[in-house]
């Protein structure tokens, strides 16, 4: 079962990832622990996890007008991971652009 969601490439992240180098974002899904995100992160792009750090946070609101009227909903939440690896590795997400 696949736990990663996407990379999380934002400005906020390039900015962590860029004072601190060996610091990367993903969405996971919110069932996903820190030993599944870390086995998975270490499978995909073979690389040395040494610490994971997670976080929930809900989704953006959405609102759309039909026929019915106002429609108002909640976007599934979801969980971020912030991965760092050991010295030396790193991972290129703009390789298979």
């Known amino acids: 079962m696949a736990f990663i969601i996407k990379p999380l490439v934002t400005e906020k992240m390039t900015k962590i990832t860029d004072k601190r180098p060996n ?40 609102s759309r007008y039909t026929k019915a009227g106002l429609i108002r ?10 991965v760092t690896l050991k010295e030396g590795d790193t991972i290129d997400f703009y390789s298979n652009i």
């Not at 792009?45 to 989704?59: F, I, K, L, S």
């Open 73 to 82: 909903g909640q976007k599934n939440a979801f969980k971020k991971a912030i």
């Open 23 to 62: 610091r990367y974002g993903f969405v996971v899904r919110p069932e996903a622990n820190k030993l599944q995100i870390k086995k998975e992160v270490e499978d995909l792009y073979n690389v040395t996890v040494e610490d994971v750090n997670t976080m929930r946070y809900a989704g953006k609101r959405s």
